[in-house]
């Protein structure tokens, strides 16, 4: 649908302005929960040693700078001084806000309302409602302002994402309001979406939507919160202009339009979706929200909850890429899907949702943050043998450390829910929920998953009736799962939405006891290929092979230090699953004497593997690991490692010969490599990334030692009448001229590099740059390496 029909369409499908806000279910405050001892207690404490360590003056800086004010400190450096700037001050509000809700601890909330302060004097000096830390953003809003926008999939104006930037000081200030208990952070919310209404206001529709072609976070569910807050339609409204018709549209029809596209610019747009969908009533947009919700998790999600390859959605019914990268899935991906969850959870509390929640929550958010000496993952590899990257107070300011922050802060938030008839349990942690409207304090006790049980003890003001509802999980056998009130067996009839409901007036002193008793399985990776994991009840089991060769584990400032670029050790020599037993999980053995370790000796090709032992993933740190498993017959192993080998060969000869490399319309390589570029665009063809222009294009590769002697250009067979011209370091190199007889295929030209722009003095980087003749295109560009 093109994009003049929009208007019509957006204004159809929602219902006249008005605010619903009647959720099914609510969660319940994050300071109505507290943790007791476990993982995720030791992880909230290690999160708040992290915040602790980081100096606000430092994120504040980029505000302050902005606003003609003197900061009080450098600024940090990596992602927060090369145009993100500022963008985790907007998560550091909200980390302070969720830790001082979870746990109550002063100084954080002296250092919360020390941040909200500074920046409400930004604020008040920017005097217009504004208050950012993009690096020459006035400028760059007065020009979107007058209609002068120039948008790309990472950039607005030549600006790094600013949109997606500002979004994290709405949902900080939000969050300071909400969590934090700080007034005066609603004050400033307020304004600054003001500002926003005024920047917009004399932009059309068609302006807009142009705008949110560059990613933007999730402005929409800030502005649905405003409008919540205020109860003032024209939030609202706003809100609905800013939710992204190109994703929204196939969403309302039911369409998986999701291969190729950056995964995390579209979670936060739909959970704007959801978040209007709440506020203002009507089912389409919920409905939307829910189909992308189903898509991701049913069709895209490995076994640890996470989506992604290189930040971006493969197709559905090929996970080679995940198997083969190094850039697995992304934490910031497993944050907003849980979010997603959250919402809607409690517009439809259905066990479904709480069973991802569940297996995210364990097996990749516990699994982010190393659980003594903090540090935060951006990337979790599938790939065999391979390692995780964490991240460092002073060093590391990426996208998945801002996430972190909050991540680990409010592990509180769905264990328990409520509607005024029930209480829902949902997650089995142990916990103390004070429920104050109802005079009830709930106390979860329990080891599990070291444990197969819970027990749930209940203390009332006064006794009342009610139903507890308790979740039946999907990991438990139908038949299984047992509940005792005050030791006494009651008779379990699950509901459709996958509850049991247990209703009786309660006392103090009733203790429910539930009896969760937990299966090894064996889950195929999504597309049915033979590739394995193995999962004990909701917790993922993998191995750790060995320790060597850990380049960059703990991550420095540079550009890529968030991607363990260590040695790819060829999948061929990885350890593989060799059995005629298609049941796989009946070869799984307990470890006698240590809970939750398994073996699959059996199994195990070759032989030095069969003393691995399998245990929950996130226990496993500082590593090398096994999540997914090869699989093959006896009679089919050497066959299948032969093609493994003979496919690895080429492409670890290819990685062994490469410099640098970017994928060009990846939006994380094209920022690592300093994309320039004017009248350009990108999109995705035949689940492969392009890049063209009929103006230009550049990076700069990296080129430290000077070894680089060839760049090599990925093409599509077919691209025709297109000429331009290759530059590097402003030498022209080749002229090149595309006229689609190459064929219905992707194909690789080697261009040979002068010595004398190898060897000219300077710069290390390589500048290459594609021009476009005139009247024609430069590209599209698949793919660009430096070779050796």
């Not at 952070?185 to 807009?208: F, G, H, P, R, Y």
């Not at 936060?268 to 991701?296: L, N, S």
């Not at 191995?543 to 060769?549: E, F, R, V, W």
């Not at 003979?646 to 490399?661: C, F, G």
């Amino acid at each position: 649908m093109k994009l003049n029909f929009f208007p019509i369409l957006f204004l159809s499908l929602l219902p006249v302005l008005g605010f619903s806000q009647q959720l099914t279910v609510q969660s319940f405050p994050l300071n109505a929960v507290k943790l007791h001892e476990s993982a995720f207690k030791k992880a909230q404490q290690t999160d708040l040693n992290y915040i602790l360590a980081l100096n606000p003056d430092r994120l504040l800086a980029p505000y302050l700078i902005e606003a003609g004010i003197k900061p009080k400190a450098e600024q940090y450096g990596n992602w927060e001084n090369t145009g993100l700037d500022g963008h985790i001050g907007g998560h550091y509000l909200s980390a302070l806000s969720l830790m001082y809700a979870a746990t109550g601890n002063q100084e954080v909330k002296q250092r919360l309302d020390y941040m909200i302060d500074q920046l409400a004097a930004c604020q008040e000096k920017n005097g217009n409602g504004y208050l950012g830390g993009v690096p020459g953003g006035k400028a760059m809003w007065q020009d979107i302002a007058q209609g002068k926008i120039d948008a790309g999939t990472f950039s607005l104006n030549k600006k790094w994402v600013p949109l997606y930037n500002i979004h994290k000081i709405y949902a900080g200030l939000y969050d300071a309001y909400q969590f934090g208990a700080n007034a005066k952070a609603k004050d400033m919310l307020v304004k600054l979406t003001d500002w926003c209404l005024n920047l917009t206001a004399n932009l059309s529709e068609t302006q807009i939507q142009e705008m949110l072609k560059s990613e933007h976070g999730g402005l929409n569910e800030a502005f649905a919160d405003v409008a919540a807050l205020t109860g003032d339609k024209k939030y609202l409204e706003l809100a609905r202009k800013f939710s992204h018709q190109n994703i929204l549209n196939p969403l309302l029809a039911k369409k998986d339009a999701l291969n190729g596209i950056h995964a995390n610019t579209q979670i936060p747009k739909v959970i704007g979706y959801m978040r209007v969908a709440e506020v203002a009533g009507g089912e389409a947009w919920a409905d939307a929200a829910d189909f992308f919700w189903q898509t991701v998790v049913q069709h895209r999600t490995v076994s640890i909850g996470g989506n992604s390859v290189r930040e971006h959605f493969h197709p559905a019914n090929n996970f080679s890429s995940m198997l083969e990268s190094v850039e697995g899935p992304e934490t910031c991906n497993t944050y907003n899907m849980l979010k997603l969850t959250k919402h809607l959870f409690q517009s439809k509390p259905n066990a479904d949702y709480l069973d991802y929640y569940e297996r995210a929550l364990y097996n990749h958010i516990l699994s982010s943050q190393h659980p003594e000496k903090g540090g935060f993952v951006y990337f979790t590899p599938m790939r065999p043998q391979h390692y995780r990257v964490y991240s460092q107070p002073q060093e590391s300011f990426w996208c998945c450390v801002g996430s972190g922050l909050e991540n680990h802060g409010k592990y509180g938030e769905l264990i328990y829910a409520h509607n005024t008839k029930s209480l829902f349990v949902n997650l089995f942690i142990p916990s103390e929920l004070t429920w104050q409207e109802k005079g009830l304090t709930l106390t979860q006790e329990t080891k599990f998953p070291y444990e197969e049980a819970t027990a749930l003890k209940l203390k009332l003001k006064k006794s009342q009736k009610f139903a507890l509802q308790i979740r039946y999980p999907s990991w438990v056998e139908a038949g299984k799962l047992k509940i005792q009130v005050n030791n006494k067996a009651i008779n379990i009839t699950p509901g459709a939405n996958g509850y049991v409901a247990v209703e009786r007036k309660w006392k103090t002193g009733d203790v429910v006891t539930v009896t969760l008793p937990m299966q090894t399985k064996v889950e195929a990776m999504p597309d049915n290929s033979p590739w394995v994991s193995f999962v004990h009840g909701p917790i993922v089991l993998a191995a750790k092979t060995d320790t060597t060769n850990l380049k960059g584990l703990w991550s420095d400032a540079s550009r890529m230090g968030h991607i363990a670029s260590g040695q790819q050790y060829p999948i061929e020599e990885a350890p593989m699953l060799v059995s005629n037993n298609t049941d796989l999980a009946a070869a799984v053995q307990l470890v006698a004497g240590k809970p939750l370790t398994f073996r699959v000796s059996n199994l195990l090709y070759p032989a030095k593997y069969k003393s691995l032992e399998l245990v929950p993933f996130y226990q496993i740190h500082e590593a090398r690991y096994m999540l997914y498993w090869p699989v093959t017959t006896p009679e089919k192993l050497e066959s299948n490692r032969k093609a493994i080998r003979e496919k690895e060969a080429i492409r670890l000869a290819l990685e062994e010969r490469t410099v640098d490399q970017v994928a060009p319309g990846e939006q994380q390589p094209e920022s690592d490599h300093n994309f320039q570029g004017e009248k350009t665009e990108s999109g995705v063809f035949n689940n492969r990334h392009w890049r063209h222009a009929t103006g230009w294009f550049s990076y700069d590769l990296k080129n430290p030692k000077k070894e680089a002697r060839t760049l090599q250009i990925t093409y599509f067979g077919g691209d025709k009448n297109r000429s331009f011209d290759i530059f590097v370091n402003n030498t022209l190199l080749q002229t090149v001229k595309l006229d689609g007889s190459a064929g219905d295929k992707f194909y690789e030209v080697d261009y040979q590099l002068p010595p004398a722009i190898i060897t000219k003095a300077g710069s290390t980087n390589l500048n290459v740059k594609f021009v476009a003749h005139q009247n024609s295109t430069a590209g599209g560009i698949y793919y660009v390496r430096l070779l050796k």
